[in-house]
C-alpha cells in the first residue's frame, strides 16, 4: 500500500476542521471551470498539490492520476502511447483531471464515444467528514451496486475533493476525415438524422454559420476502409485534417467566432441546450435561428439570447424533452436567472439526500448548482 501523500493529509485536515466549524469550501484546481454555474463562496481549497500520474497501462487502456494533475499533462502522456481521451474534455485554461470529472464536460465527440462518466472506472473521494472513500477499480467489470464514482461526474464538487481518479482510454482512432456542406440547419439536422441510421464512422458535427456561409462539418474516425468508403457515399468536400484539427479544437474550447457575442444584442447571454437529436430547429433569440451552433448530432444547441428570455428559451427545451444551461452572461456579470433549469421535487429530494449524506455539514461548494444545498 503507498504511503499517504503529505498534500492528501493536509487537505483532510483542513476538510475536517472546516466541517467542524461548517466553514464553506471552494474547491479549486486551475480554476478554469470557475464560470460554469453559481455562486462562487467559501475559503479556496486548492487541490493543485494532489499531482501526478499514478498508474498508467497502456495495454490495458487504463490510466489512474491525482485530481489536480494538469490535464495537459496526462493528456501528452496518453499521446505519446498513441491513446487519448475520446471524450475530448475542454480545458477552458489550466484544467485539472479532477475539474474535469467534476464539471462532467464533454467535446464534440460526446454524441458518439459517450461521456465523462462513461469513461471513470473508479474515484478516491473525500467527503464532508474528511473521510477518504474508493469506490470503483481500475477494470470495466467492478462496479456492484451504486455506480458512485461516475457519481461524481458533473456534480461540480457539491459531493466531495476528487483526490484520485482512474478512467479507461482508447487508442487513436487509424484514420480520421472532415466533410464541409453548405446546408441550411434544418437539412443539416436532417442530414445527420439519417446518416445516424447508417453504418458509417461519424464522430462529430457542428453545424455554424461560417464566414457567412451556412455549413455543416462533419468529422469521421474509424477504420482506413470504413472512413474512405464514408467519404464517398456522404459527399460533401473532403478537408485537410491538419488545417481542421484547429478547428475542431476551438469548437471544443468555445473560440470559434461563434463564441464571441453577437453586436447589437442588449443583455447577450450564451444558453446551452441539451435536447433529442431529432429536434427541429428552435428558432429562439433576438435574431433567430442563425444566431445557433449544433453539435452532437443535433443533441446539443448553442444560443445567443438576451436573459430576459429564459423562460421562454427553457420553456422550449423542456417542451422538446430537453433542458437549457443559462452557460455565460456576455458582460461578466451576474446571472438574474439560476445557471441549470430547476429540478422536479423528486429530484431536488434525491439531490438534497445525496448532499446530506456526502457533505452534512454543507462545506463544499454551496450553492455552485442550485441554492438549495
Not at 475559503?43 to 490510466?63: A, F, K, N
Not at 482506413?224 to 475542431?248: K, P
Amino acid at each position: 500500500m503507498r504511503g499517504m501523500n503529505p498534500a492528501l493529509q493536509t487537505t483532510l485536515e483542513l476538510i475536517r476542521h472546516a466541517s467542524a466549524h461548517r466553514q464553506p469550501l471552494r474547491i479549486r484546481g486551475g480554476g478554469s471551470k470557475d464560470f460554469v454555474g453559481q455562486r462562487l463562496q467559501g475559503e479556496v481549497l486548492d487541490t493543485r498539490g494532489l499531482c501526478g500520474i499514478v498508474s498508467y497501462e497502456p495495454t490495458e487502456l487504463v490510466v489512474t492520476a491525482q485530481g489536480g494533475t494538469p490535464l495537459a499533462e496526462l493528456e501528452a502522456a496518453l499521446a505519446e502511447k498513441g491513446q487519448y481521451l475520446p471524450f475530448e474534455p475542454p480545458h477552458f485554461g489550466a484544467a485539472t483531471v479532477g475539474g474535469m470529472v467534476a464539471a462532467g464536460l464533454s467535446g464534440p465527440a460526446r454524441a458518439s464515444v459517450g461521456a465523462v462518466r462513461d469513461y471513470v472506472l473508479g474515484a478516491q473521494v473525500i467527503n464532508g467528514r474528511g473521510e477518504l472513500l474508493v469506490f470503483g477499480g481500475q477494470v470495466m467489470k467492478n462496479v456492484a451496486g451504486y455506480d458512485v464514482s461516475r457519481l461524481m461526474a458533473g456534480a461540480m464538487g457539491t459531493l466531495g475533493v476528487l483526490a484520485e481518479v482512474s478512467l479507461k482510454v482508447l487508442p487513436v482512432a487509424p484514420a480520421e476525415a472532415t466533410l464541409r456542406f453548405d446546408m441550411d440547419q434544418a437539412d443539416a439536422l436532417a442530414a445527420l438524422h439519417r446518416w445516424g441510421g447508417q453504418p458509417l464512422p461519424l464522430n462529430a458535427s457542428c453545424w455554424v454559420q461560417d464566414q457567412g456561409r451556412n455549413t455543416l462539418f462533419v468529422r469521421l474516425r474509424g477504420a482506413v476502409a470504413a472512413v474512405d468508403a464514408a467519404c464517398r457515399s456522404m459527399g460533401g468536400e473532403r478537408l485537410d485534417n491538419a488545417t481542421v484539427a484547429a478547428d475542431w479544437r476551438a469548437c471544443g474550447e468555445q473560440t470559434l467566432p461563434f463564441f464571441t457575442p453577437p453586436t447589437g444584442m442588449t443583455d447577450a447571454c450564451l444558453w446551452r441546450l441539451s435536447v433529442p437529436q431529432t429536434t427541429p430547429v428552435l428558432a429562439l433569440g433576438g435574431q433567430g435561428a442563425e444566431v445557433q451552433l449544433v453539435e452532437w448530432q443535433g443533441g446539443l444547441r448553442w444560443l445567443w439570447a438576451p436573459e430576459g428570455q429564459a423562460q421562454a428559451i427553457r420553456a422550449a427545451a423542456q417542451a422538446a424533452g430537453g433542458h437549457a444551461t443559462l452557460w455565460r452572461v456576455a458582460s461578466g456579470g451576474e446571472r438574474r436567472h439560476p445557471a441549470w433549469a430547476p429540478l422536479t421535487p423528486v429530484l431536488l429530494a434525491v439531490h438534497q439526500r445525496l448532499k446530506a449524506e456526502f457533505d452534512p455539514a454543507g462545506i463544499f461548494n454551496p450553492g455552485r448548482m442550485y441554492a438549495e444545498f
